[in-house]
Protein backbone atom coordinates (compact mmCIF):
# COMPACT_ATOMS: atom_id res chain seq x y z
CA UNK A 1 0.00 0.00 0.00
CA UNK A 2 1.54 3.46 -1.12
CA UNK A 3 1.53 5.71 1.96
CA UNK A 4 2.14 9.63 2.40
CA UNK A 5 5.03 11.49 2.68
CA UNK A 6 5.38 12.00 5.92
CA UNK A 7 4.82 16.14 6.48
CA UNK A 8 5.46 17.87 10.03
CA UNK A 9 3.91 21.95 9.84
CA UNK A 10 4.05 22.90 13.51
CA UNK A 11 1.02 25.45 13.79
CA UNK A 12 1.38 29.07 12.77
CA UNK A 13 1.37 30.58 16.08
CA UNK A 14 2.94 29.55 19.26
CA UNK A 15 6.11 29.70 20.76
CA UNK A 16 8.76 26.48 22.23
CA UNK A 17 9.16 25.85 25.78
CA UNK A 18 13.12 26.27 25.83
CA UNK A 19 15.21 24.70 28.75
CA UNK A 20 17.49 26.70 30.47
CA UNK A 21 19.73 25.94 33.43
CA UNK A 22 17.42 22.35 33.67
CA UNK A 23 14.09 24.57 34.18
CA UNK A 24 11.48 25.52 31.48
CA UNK A 25 10.72 28.88 30.09
CA UNK A 26 7.45 28.54 29.25
CA UNK A 27 5.42 31.47 26.85
CA UNK A 28 2.17 32.55 27.05
CA UNK A 29 1.80 30.55 23.76
CA UNK A 30 3.26 27.13 24.41
CA UNK A 31 3.42 24.74 21.54
CA UNK A 32 2.53 21.36 22.96
CA UNK A 33 2.63 17.99 19.95
CA UNK A 34 -0.14 15.53 20.37
CA UNK A 35 -0.54 12.76 19.49
CA UNK A 36 -4.51 11.36 19.07
CA UNK A 37 -3.59 7.66 19.55
CA UNK A 38 -5.26 4.49 18.19
CA UNK A 39 -8.71 3.24 19.19
CA UNK A 40 -10.42 5.61 21.48
CA UNK A 41 -7.25 8.00 21.44
CA UNK A 42 -9.19 10.34 19.14
CA UNK A 43 -12.16 10.61 21.22
CA UNK A 44 -10.46 11.00 24.73
CA UNK A 45 -7.81 13.44 23.51
CA UNK A 46 -10.47 15.85 21.67
CA UNK A 47 -12.46 15.62 25.40
CA UNK A 48 -9.09 16.47 26.84
CA UNK A 49 -8.29 19.38 24.85
CA UNK A 50 -11.73 20.90 25.09
CA UNK A 51 -11.56 20.80 28.82
CA UNK A 52 -8.03 22.03 29.12
CA UNK A 53 -8.35 24.77 26.95
CA UNK A 54 -11.45 25.97 28.45
CA UNK A 55 -9.31 25.93 32.09
CA UNK A 56 -6.68 27.83 30.71
CA UNK A 57 -9.06 30.43 28.77
CA UNK A 58 -11.24 30.53 31.74
CA UNK A 59 -8.03 30.83 34.80
CA UNK A 60 -6.34 33.85 32.50
CA UNK A 61 -8.85 35.69 30.54
CA UNK A 62 -7.35 34.84 27.51
CA UNK A 63 -3.73 35.93 28.39
CA UNK A 64 -2.65 32.48 27.65
CA UNK A 65 -3.26 29.70 25.19
CA UNK A 66 -2.12 26.14 24.18
CA UNK A 67 -1.07 25.50 20.46
CA UNK A 68 -1.47 22.35 19.70
CA UNK A 69 0.74 20.45 17.21
CA UNK A 70 -0.40 16.95 15.94
CA UNK A 71 2.32 14.64 15.56
CA UNK A 72 1.54 11.03 14.91
CA UNK A 73 2.15 7.61 16.09
CA UNK A 74 0.36 4.42 16.39
CA UNK A 75 -1.44 2.67 13.92
CA UNK A 76 -2.81 5.46 11.64
CA UNK A 77 0.79 6.76 11.76
CA UNK A 78 1.73 2.92 9.98
CA UNK A 79 -0.97 3.36 7.66
CA UNK A 80 -0.41 6.82 6.28
CA UNK A 81 3.43 6.75 7.13
CA UNK A 82 5.04 3.43 6.95
CA UNK A 83 6.19 3.57 10.53
CA UNK A 84 4.59 3.63 13.82
CA UNK A 85 6.88 5.62 15.33
CA UNK A 86 8.24 8.30 12.54
CA UNK A 87 11.34 9.98 13.48
CA UNK A 88 9.60 13.29 13.01
CA UNK A 89 7.14 12.45 16.22
CA UNK A 90 10.33 11.73 18.21
CA UNK A 91 11.95 15.16 17.21
CA UNK A 92 8.97 17.05 17.54
CA UNK A 93 8.67 16.44 21.18
CA UNK A 94 12.40 16.58 21.88
CA UNK A 95 12.33 20.39 20.06
CA UNK A 96 9.29 21.35 21.70
CA UNK A 97 9.49 19.24 25.19
CA UNK A 98 6.27 18.67 26.23
CA UNK A 99 3.58 16.66 24.86
CA UNK A 100 0.10 14.94 25.26
CA UNK A 101 -0.58 11.44 23.95
CA UNK A 102 -3.35 9.23 23.71
CA UNK A 103 -3.52 5.39 24.73
CA UNK A 104 -1.71 3.42 21.44
CA UNK A 105 -2.38 -0.13 21.09
CA UNK A 106 0.55 -2.91 21.86
CA UNK A 107 -0.46 -6.76 21.09
CA UNK A 108 -0.07 -9.47 22.85
CA UNK A 109 2.65 -11.90 21.95
CA UNK A 110 3.66 -11.23 18.56
CA UNK A 111 3.94 -8.19 16.88
CA UNK A 112 5.66 -4.83 17.68
CA UNK A 113 7.32 -3.93 20.80
CA UNK A 114 5.03 -1.25 23.32
CA UNK A 115 5.51 1.92 21.58
CA UNK A 116 4.84 3.54 25.21
CA UNK A 117 8.37 1.65 25.83
CA UNK A 118 9.36 2.93 22.59
CA UNK A 119 8.75 6.28 23.23
CA UNK A 120 10.17 6.33 27.16
CA UNK A 121 13.15 4.64 26.10
CA UNK A 122 13.86 6.80 22.97
CA UNK A 123 13.48 10.15 24.71
CA UNK A 124 14.96 9.34 27.86
CA UNK A 125 11.76 9.58 29.75
CA UNK A 126 13.10 7.76 32.68
CA UNK A 127 10.47 8.38 35.76
CA UNK A 128 6.73 7.40 34.79
CA UNK A 129 4.44 9.30 37.30
CA UNK A 130 1.51 8.16 37.98
CA UNK A 131 -0.71 9.93 40.85
CA UNK A 132 -3.39 7.80 42.52
CA UNK A 133 -6.24 9.60 44.37
CA UNK A 134 -10.02 9.37 44.77
CA UNK A 135 -12.51 11.88 42.88
CA UNK A 136 -15.27 12.16 45.67
CA UNK A 137 -18.33 10.01 43.70
CA UNK A 138 -16.41 7.74 41.48
CA UNK A 139 -17.35 4.07 42.57
CA UNK A 140 -14.60 1.90 44.04
CA UNK A 141 -14.55 -1.73 45.72
CA UNK A 142 -13.34 -0.50 48.67
CA UNK A 143 -14.88 1.34 51.89
CA UNK A 144 -11.95 4.04 52.08
CA UNK A 145 -10.87 5.05 48.98
CA UNK A 146 -10.29 8.59 50.00
CA UNK A 147 -7.33 7.35 52.31
CA UNK A 148 -5.35 6.47 49.05
CA UNK A 149 -2.97 9.32 47.82
CA UNK A 150 0.31 8.22 46.28
CA UNK A 151 2.13 9.39 43.65
CA UNK A 152 4.15 6.47 41.94
CA UNK A 153 7.91 6.92 40.62
CA UNK A 154 8.15 4.19 38.59
CA UNK A 155 11.82 3.73 36.33
CA UNK A 156 11.07 3.13 32.91
CA UNK A 157 13.78 2.61 31.43
CA UNK A 158 15.18 -0.89 31.81
CA UNK A 159 13.87 -3.80 34.36
CA UNK A 160 12.31 -6.64 31.92
CA UNK A 161 11.17 -3.58 29.60
CA UNK A 162 14.43 -3.51 28.11
CA UNK A 163 12.99 -5.92 26.03
CA UNK A 164 16.53 -8.29 26.18
CA UNK A 165 15.13 -11.60 25.33
CA UNK A 166 15.20 -14.76 23.25
CA UNK A 167 12.67 -17.19 21.87
CA UNK A 168 12.84 -20.88 22.82
CA UNK A 169 15.07 -22.63 20.50
CA UNK A 170 16.67 -19.34 18.98
CA UNK A 171 20.49 -19.55 18.19
CA UNK A 172 21.12 -16.96 20.60
CA UNK A 173 18.79 -18.76 23.39
CA UNK A 174 21.15 -21.80 22.73
CA UNK A 175 24.60 -19.32 22.80
CA UNK A 176 22.96 -18.23 26.27
CA UNK A 177 22.02 -21.61 27.65
CA UNK A 178 25.52 -22.51 27.08
CA UNK A 179 27.46 -19.74 27.78
CA UNK A 180 25.55 -20.44 30.97
CA UNK A 181 26.26 -23.96 31.41
CA UNK A 182 29.90 -24.07 31.02
CA UNK A 183 31.06 -20.57 32.63
CA UNK A 184 29.04 -20.01 35.42
CA UNK A 185 27.41 -23.78 36.18
CA UNK A 186 24.01 -22.87 35.93
CA UNK A 187 21.45 -24.99 34.27
CA UNK A 188 18.34 -24.01 32.42
CA UNK A 189 15.94 -26.30 31.05
CA UNK A 190 16.75 -25.92 27.28
CA UNK A 191 13.14 -25.68 26.52
CA UNK A 192 13.10 -22.02 27.95
CA UNK A 193 12.62 -18.62 26.82
CA UNK A 194 16.00 -16.00 28.06
CA UNK A 195 15.26 -12.80 29.02
CA UNK A 196 17.67 -10.16 31.24
CA UNK A 197 16.58 -7.57 33.92
CA UNK A 198 18.87 -4.86 34.14
CA UNK A 199 18.66 -2.62 36.73
CA UNK A 200 21.38 -0.09 36.92
CA UNK A 201 22.70 2.10 39.86
CA UNK A 202 22.58 5.39 37.23
CA UNK A 203 19.05 4.51 36.38
CA UNK A 204 17.99 3.61 39.53
CA UNK A 205 19.76 6.55 41.42
CA UNK A 206 17.94 9.14 38.84
CA UNK A 207 14.46 7.64 39.66
CA UNK A 208 14.82 7.96 43.12
CA UNK A 209 16.50 11.32 43.36
CA UNK A 210 13.40 12.43 41.55
CA UNK A 211 11.25 10.60 44.28
CA UNK A 212 12.55 12.70 46.69
CA UNK A 213 12.39 15.83 45.16
CA UNK A 214 9.05 15.79 44.29
CA UNK A 215 7.97 15.04 48.05
CA UNK A 216 9.96 17.61 49.28
CA UNK A 217 8.65 20.01 46.72
CA UNK A 218 5.05 19.25 47.52
CA UNK A 219 5.26 18.59 51.33
CA UNK A 220 4.69 14.75 50.88
CA UNK A 221 5.63 13.09 54.22
CA UNK A 222 7.50 9.94 52.82
CA UNK A 223 9.46 7.96 49.94
CA UNK A 224 8.32 4.02 50.35
CA UNK A 225 11.38 2.09 47.83
CA UNK A 226 9.11 -0.89 46.76
CA UNK A 227 11.66 -4.12 45.51
CA UNK A 228 11.46 -7.80 45.72
CA UNK A 229 14.94 -7.57 47.22
CA UNK A 230 14.54 -10.70 49.61
CA UNK A 231 14.86 -12.36 46.14
CA UNK A 232 16.56 -10.67 43.49
CA UNK A 233 19.27 -9.34 45.49
CA UNK A 234 21.62 -7.65 42.91
CA UNK A 235 18.94 -5.95 40.93
CA UNK A 236 16.07 -5.23 43.08
CA UNK A 237 18.42 -5.28 46.09
CA UNK A 238 20.52 -3.16 44.49
CA UNK A 239 17.70 -0.90 44.02
CA UNK A 240 16.58 -0.75 47.54
CA UNK A 241 20.93 0.00 48.65
CA UNK A 242 21.10 3.13 45.88
CA UNK A 243 17.72 4.66 46.71
CA UNK A 244 19.08 4.64 50.57
CA UNK A 245 22.31 5.82 49.45
CA UNK A 246 20.38 9.25 47.65
CA UNK A 247 18.74 10.14 50.39
CA UNK A 248 21.60 9.55 52.38
CA UNK A 249 24.57 11.10 50.49
CA UNK A 250 22.48 14.05 48.86
CA UNK A 251 19.02 14.98 51.00
CA UNK A 252 20.94 13.90 54.29
CA UNK A 253 19.78 17.07 55.60
CA UNK A 254 16.29 16.45 54.80
CA UNK A 255 15.28 13.19 55.16
CA UNK A 256 14.89 10.36 57.53
CA UNK A 257 14.83 6.73 57.98
CA UNK A 258 12.27 4.89 58.76
CA UNK A 259 14.58 3.50 61.56
CA UNK A 260 15.55 6.62 62.37
CA UNK A 261 11.87 7.49 63.45
CA UNK A 262 11.33 4.08 65.50
CA UNK A 263 14.12 4.84 67.70
CA UNK A 264 12.57 8.60 68.15
CA UNK A 265 10.60 8.44 71.83
CA UNK A 266 7.68 10.49 69.57
CA UNK A 267 7.75 7.77 67.17
CA UNK A 268 7.29 10.85 64.61
CA UNK A 269 9.35 12.36 62.18
CA UNK A 270 11.94 14.91 62.86
CA UNK A 271 10.23 18.54 61.60
CA UNK A 272 10.14 19.12 57.67
CA UNK A 273 12.06 15.67 56.98
CA UNK A 274 10.96 13.44 54.14
CA UNK A 275 10.67 9.70 55.25
CA UNK A 276 12.41 7.18 53.68
CA UNK A 277 11.31 3.38 54.44
CA UNK A 278 11.52 0.12 52.02
CA UNK A 279 9.03 -2.58 51.56
CA UNK A 280 8.88 -5.47 49.81
CA UNK A 281 6.59 -5.85 46.60
CA UNK A 282 4.67 -8.31 47.53
CA UNK A 283 3.73 -7.16 50.56
CA UNK A 284 2.94 -3.36 49.14
CA UNK A 285 -0.06 -4.70 47.74
CA UNK A 286 -1.69 -5.75 50.97
CA UNK A 287 -0.37 -2.35 52.43
CA UNK A 288 -2.30 -0.40 50.26
CA UNK A 289 -5.51 -2.16 50.65
CA UNK A 290 -5.10 -2.33 54.75
CA UNK A 291 -2.74 0.82 55.83
CA UNK A 292 -2.69 2.84 52.24
CA UNK A 293 -2.81 6.29 54.71
CA UNK A 294 0.23 4.87 55.73
CA UNK A 295 2.18 5.99 52.03
CA UNK A 296 2.93 8.89 49.97
CA UNK A 297 5.52 8.48 47.41
CA UNK A 298 6.49 5.58 46.14
CA UNK A 299 9.32 4.88 44.16
CA UNK A 300 10.21 1.84 42.29
CA UNK A 301 11.46 -0.18 39.30
CA UNK A 302 9.68 -0.68 36.57
CA UNK A 303 7.71 -4.27 36.43
CA UNK A 304 6.99 -3.54 39.87
CA UNK A 305 5.55 0.21 39.18
CA UNK A 306 3.48 -1.63 36.25
CA UNK A 307 1.76 -3.77 38.55
CA UNK A 308 1.47 -1.38 41.93
CA UNK A 309 -0.30 1.17 40.03
CA UNK A 310 -3.01 -0.37 38.27
CA UNK A 311 -3.65 -2.31 41.52
CA UNK A 312 -3.89 0.92 43.05
CA UNK A 313 -6.18 2.73 40.43
CA UNK A 314 -8.36 -0.15 41.07
CA UNK A 315 -9.06 1.15 44.32
CA UNK A 316 -10.08 4.59 43.54
CA UNK A 317 -12.46 3.75 40.50
CA UNK A 318 -10.28 2.05 37.52
CA UNK A 319 -8.05 2.81 34.93
CA UNK A 320 -10.80 5.53 33.34
CA UNK A 321 -9.92 7.95 36.07
CA UNK A 322 -6.12 7.26 36.32
CA UNK A 323 -3.35 9.70 34.78
CA UNK A 324 0.69 9.31 34.03
CA UNK A 325 3.18 11.30 33.07
CA UNK A 326 7.04 10.70 31.81
CA UNK A 327 9.57 12.65 32.77
CA UNK A 328 13.10 13.18 31.97
CA UNK A 329 15.49 15.83 33.04
CA UNK A 330 13.11 18.75 31.67
CA UNK A 331 11.07 16.37 28.54
CA UNK A 332 7.61 15.35 29.85
CA UNK A 333 4.83 13.05 27.76
CA UNK A 334 1.57 12.67 29.56
CA UNK A 335 -0.71 10.03 29.07
CA UNK A 336 -3.74 8.22 30.24
CA UNK A 337 -2.94 4.59 31.57
CA UNK A 338 -5.43 2.67 30.39
CA UNK A 339 -5.35 1.49 26.50
CA UNK A 340 -6.71 2.46 23.15
CA UNK A 341 -9.87 0.01 23.68
CA UNK A 342 -10.50 -0.86 20.08
CA UNK A 343 -13.80 -2.33 20.45
CA UNK A 344 -14.84 1.09 21.44
CA UNK A 345 -13.14 2.98 18.97
CA UNK A 346 -15.46 6.12 17.67
CA UNK A 347 -18.60 5.64 19.40
CA UNK A 348 -18.19 8.46 21.68
CA UNK A 349 -18.60 6.41 24.65
CA UNK A 350 -15.56 5.85 26.85
CA UNK A 351 -14.70 7.71 29.82
CA UNK A 352 -11.97 10.73 28.82
CA UNK A 353 -11.27 11.69 32.50
CA UNK A 354 -7.87 10.25 32.52
CA UNK A 355 -6.62 11.90 29.88
CA UNK A 356 -8.27 14.88 31.29
CA UNK A 357 -6.49 14.53 34.17
CA UNK A 358 -2.98 13.74 32.47
CA UNK A 359 -3.63 16.83 30.99
CA UNK A 360 -4.29 18.38 34.22
CA UNK A 361 -0.35 16.93 35.27
CA UNK A 362 0.99 18.77 32.40
CA UNK A 363 -0.33 22.24 33.23
CA UNK A 364 1.53 21.94 36.48
CA UNK A 365 4.31 20.55 35.07
CA UNK A 366 4.49 23.84 33.30
CA UNK A 367 3.35 26.08 36.00
CA UNK A 368 -0.33 26.73 35.26
CA UNK A 369 -1.14 24.72 38.74
CA UNK A 370 -4.57 27.63 39.23
CA UNK A 371 -5.37 26.10 35.43
CA UNK A 372 -5.05 22.69 36.30
CA UNK A 373 -7.12 23.09 39.64
CA UNK A 374 -9.79 24.91 37.95
CA UNK A 375 -9.67 21.66 35.20
CA UNK A 376 -9.55 18.89 38.12
CA UNK A 377 -12.44 20.70 39.89
CA UNK A 378 -14.58 20.82 36.65
CA UNK A 379 -14.26 16.94 36.63
CA UNK A 380 -14.92 16.64 40.34
CA UNK A 381 -18.16 18.66 39.60
CA UNK A 382 -19.12 17.23 36.30
CA UNK A 383 -19.25 13.67 38.59
CA UNK A 384 -21.00 15.16 41.43
CA UNK A 385 -23.94 15.91 39.37
CA UNK A 386 -23.86 12.36 38.29
CA UNK A 387 -24.13 12.28 33.74
CA UNK A 388 -21.21 10.62 33.43
CA UNK A 389 -20.03 8.08 30.99
CA UNK A 390 -21.44 4.36 30.88
CA UNK A 391 -18.21 2.48 33.32
CA UNK A 392 -19.15 4.94 36.00
CA UNK A 393 -23.11 5.69 35.41
CA UNK A 394 -23.58 1.81 35.83
CA UNK A 395 -22.38 1.50 39.03
CA UNK A 396 -24.04 4.80 40.68
CA UNK A 397 -27.31 4.91 41.89
CA UNK A 398 -29.31 8.19 39.97
CA UNK A 399 -26.64 8.18 37.24
CA UNK A 400 -27.20 9.52 34.23
CA UNK A 401 -25.26 7.68 31.31
CA UNK A 402 -23.77 10.71 28.36
CA UNK A 403 -21.08 9.97 25.80
CA UNK A 404 -17.49 11.01 25.94
CA UNK A 405 -17.96 14.53 24.24
CA UNK A 406 -21.17 15.03 26.82
CA UNK A 407 -19.10 14.47 29.65
CA UNK A 408 -16.47 17.45 28.25
CA UNK A 409 -19.40 19.79 27.68
CA UNK A 410 -20.53 19.18 31.09
CA UNK A 411 -16.94 19.95 32.69
CA UNK A 412 -16.60 23.36 30.39
CA UNK A 413 -19.75 24.23 31.82
CA UNK A 414 -18.11 23.67 35.23
CA UNK A 415 -15.30 25.37 34.43
CA UNK A 416 -16.95 28.68 33.08
CA UNK A 417 -19.48 28.31 36.42
CA UNK A 418 -22.52 27.86 34.39
Known amino acids: MPTERLKLEPPPEGHKILIAQGALRVPDDPIVPLIEGDGVGPDVTAAARRTIDAAVDATYAGRRRIAWYRVPAGESALIRHGDMLPDATTH ?3 EYVVALKGPLTTPVGGGFRS ?11 FANVRPVYWLPGVPSPVLHPERLDIVIFREATEDVYAGIEWAKG ?27 K ?30 KGNIMKFTEGAFREWGYEVARDEFGDRTATGEDVQRRPDGRAPEGKVVIKDVIADNMFQQLLLRPAEYDVIATSNLNGDYLSDAAAAQVGGLGVAPGGNLGDAHALFEPIHGSAPKYAGM ?14 MLEHIGWDEAAIRLKEGVRAAIRAKAVTYDL ?25 A
Open 348 to 361: DKVNPTAEILAGAM
Open 393 to 417: ARQMAGATEIGTSAFAEAIVRAIRG
Open 92 to 94: AIR
Open 170 to 196: SDEARRILEILRTEFNVRVREDSGIGL
Open 198 to 227: PISEFCSKRLVRKAIAYALAHGRRSVTLVH
Open 115 to 125: LNVALRQTLDL
